[in-house]
């Protein structure tokens, strides 16, 4: 582009600095946000405006980065440019490089001239921004005022890392969807950073767009009315299933669909996970004698739920099944958070919120009076108190202020229903409610005790073999 168009001396009209706002994305979703906060005159005026793509798959060379997905183009022309931080930062890879802090300046002059910033001040926004490659961008442009904004559930949960004040105190706001009706976010309020809505109306119509997108829609979805819509997630890459446990979640997600009544079954699967999984559910759906269709392209939940107003969404935890009840009324279930709450590590782990959030709120897939009933009401489970409670536990140090409102929801609420929430090893490492009495304390690091315990077990299991 030439510097007629974007002069280098930073100077708009009467000798005034030109802005520009550069918009960093990863996922369609989260340009669908982005777009839609535009929309809503969230954003003041920029003499330019930058979508910053970056493709953080594990090998991007092999999966479309957001501006090549079906429905982008519809989004394309908030935008004044689509630029690539894959192609920026190349041979390194947007998730695991950060620049060294004594190179920042070499890189931040490099950034102008390759995307032809000139002196523009430069405004941010980004997600995730306790990690690359959103922190990378904000330690870059060093004085940059930041925007963060959030398209999941993890809005609603502690910051997973301790940020650079020199980063943290830039922030501006937290741009957010109304997931949870009533939820404040806890992300960031230690630098209280205050939590702002992208109107759900003006979103819903993003996504509309999306959805009407003719060439991809027409081509890339089953003509299926109201079918169970299952949600993939491929948590195994996560590391907390394995492979056979998620693909055993995905049959119990076809079985539970079958036992409420659904013939028609649609499944999603996360687009990098393995074909395999699909064979699977191809082989049960056979066994129990339904129609089976399982998507091969990436669209948007969304827009699924827009073309074929399915009589059921089914996941595990993910931000669909908050978006399909909030946004379009779609009843709702869930399975396989149970497990998770189990295993995720350590209890600080990021998904933990957005597992609590889903597992508090959404009907259990097998609880058929509770799937019918659809009653997802956050005051109801105390979710607010329960939320504060578990990102307390999870980040004490970054948010020692949240202890006294912990203290109270566990000493009120703490029951056979909660404590699924809670590790009481944790509560015993915090001194809080529930934690193991002062005089029992040694015996989980007594190792005559443990030897015992054992020497038991194994006693136990000869005698039942």
């Not at 949960?157 to 943290?168: A, E, H, Q, W, Y």
Request: net charge neutral; with cysteine.
């Amino acid at each position: 582009m030439s510097s007629a168009v974007f002069p280098s001396s930073g100077q708009g009209a009467a000798g005034r600095r030109r802005t520009t706002q550069i918009f960093m994305a990863s996922t369609l979703y989260g340009a669908a946000t982005l777009a839609a906060a535009l929309d809503a005159d969230c954003y003041g005026p920029a003499d330019r405006r930058i979508l910053l793509v970056s493709n953080n798959a594990a090998t991007p060379e092999t999966t479309p980065p957001v501006n090549e997905m079906p429905g982008f183009a519809c989004l394309r022309d908030r935008f004044d440019d689509v630029l690539s931080w894959n192609e920026a930062i190349s041979p390194f890879h947007p998730g695991g490089w950060a620049p060294r802090a004594d190179d920042l300046l070499l890189w931040e002059r490099y950034l102008r001239l390759l995307w032809e910033l000139g002196d523009d001040d430069v405004e941010l926004a980004v997600e995730s921004i306790q990690v690359n490659p959103a922190l990378a961008l904000c330690q870059i442009f060093t004085g940059a005022p930041v925007d963060v904004y959030a398209d999941g559930l993890m809005s609603y949960g502690p910051t997973r890392n301790k940020i650079d004040p020199l980063v943290g105190t830039r922030i501006r706001r937290l741009l957010h969807l109304d997931l949870v009706p009533g939820l404040k976010p806890l992300l960031l309020t230690e630098f209280d950073v205050q939590p702002e809505i992208v109107p759900s109306d003006v979103f819903v119509k993003v996504l509309a767009q999306l959805g009407d997108d003719a060439e991809e829609s027409a081509a890339a979805l089953p003509d299926v009315q109201e079918p169970a819509l299952l949600l993939g997630q491929y948590l195994s890459a996560l590391d907390i299933l394995t492979a056979d446990e998620e693909e055993n979640l995905h049959v119990r997600m076809v079985r539970g669909a079958v036992e409420l009544g659904h013939r028609r079954i649609v499944f999603k699967p996360h687009p990098t996970a393995p074909a395999r999984w699909s064979r699977t559910l191809e082989r049960e759906a056979e066994k129990l004698g339904i129609e089976l269709t399982v998507l091969d392209s990436p669209v948007l939940a969304e827009v699924l739920y827009q073309r074929m107003r399915p009589a059921l969404v089914v996941g595990c935890f993910s931000t669909a099944l908050l978006t399909a009840s909030a946004f379009y009324g779609l009843p709702v279930a869930r399975t396989g958070t149970g497990l998770l709450l189990e295993r995720l590590t350590p209890y600080q782990n990021s998904n933990r919120v957005p597992v609590t959030i889903v597992d508090a709120l959404v009907p259990e897939l097998s609880d058929r009076a509770a799937v019918e009933a659809q009653r997802l009401d956050a005051e109801s489970v105390e979710l607010t108190g329960l939320v504060t409670a578990v990102g307390y536990a999870m980040q004490s140090k970054i948010y020692p202020g949240l202890r006294p409102a912990a203290e109270a929801y566990l000493s009120r609420h703490l029951d056979s229903r909660t404590w699924r929430y809670f590790k009481r090893r944790r509560l015993t490492s915090l001194a809080l409610p529930g934690a193991v009495p002062s005089q029992l304390a040694f015996i989980p690091r007594n190792a005559t005790v443990r030897r015992v315990a054992r020497r038991a077990r194994s006693f136990k299991r000869a005698a039942l073999g």
